[in-house]
């Protein structure tokens, strides 16, 4: 699947979670899905944005480890999703896709703070800092590629610029 229809799925699944710990488990996805959006773009994107785009896939990688996934199963919470990442097939437009990565990792980070206000579980507190630094740090390295890519040449759709 075209990353821009994983990034609206990710940012529908995020507004429809209601729970904290749904929440959390939607911070994971999209740190999943930065990760594949990075990893991807450094084999097949454009050579003078893979170095940076390696970064995103690491801060990714980062992202979907502070997330404390046996919590997630916890009691009474439903079974792991496997990643909407999984279902990557390639990026089709460029930049539409980092700005709506973008867009999913601000609205991540607003809905995990407002679940570190509200809640008085001490982990599930942690969990959500935890994950906004994450999400900020995927978010900076989706911004230094997008600034990257006004010095890049458009070459037309075979390059995923244009």
């Given amino acids: 699947m075209d990353a821009v229809r994983l990034i609206a799925a990710g940012r529908h699944a995020l507004a429809r979670s209601g729970a904290a710990w749904g929440i959390v488990g939607e911070a994971w996805q999209a740190q999943a899905l930065a990760q594949g959006i ?9 050579a003078e944005l893979r170095a940076e785009a390696r970064g995103l896939g690491e801060a990714g990688g980062r ?4 997330v404390d996934r046996a919590a997630l ?4 919470r439903p079974p792991e999703q496997p990643p909407r990442a999984a279902q990557l097939s390639g990026v089709a437009d460029l930049r539409q896709t980092l700005l709506g990565l973008q867009e999913l990792l601000g609205e991540v980070g607003i809905a995990l703070v407002g679940v570190a206000c509200a809640t008085d579980e001490e982990g599930l ?7 906004i630094d994450a999400a900020d740090e995927s978010s900076d390295r ?7 890519m006004t010095f890049v040449p ?8 244009g």
């Fill in 38 to 46: 990075g990893s991807w773009l450094a084999v097949s994107g454009p």
């Fill in 63 to 66: 992202g979907c480890g502070v």
């Fill in 73 to 76: 199963l916890g009691e009474g």
């Fill in 125 to 131: 507190y942690w969990q959500c800092i935890e994950s």
């Fill in 142 to 148: 989706v911004r230094a590629l997008l600034r990257r």
């Fill in 154 to 161: 458009e070459r037309g759709p075979a390059s995923g610029v």
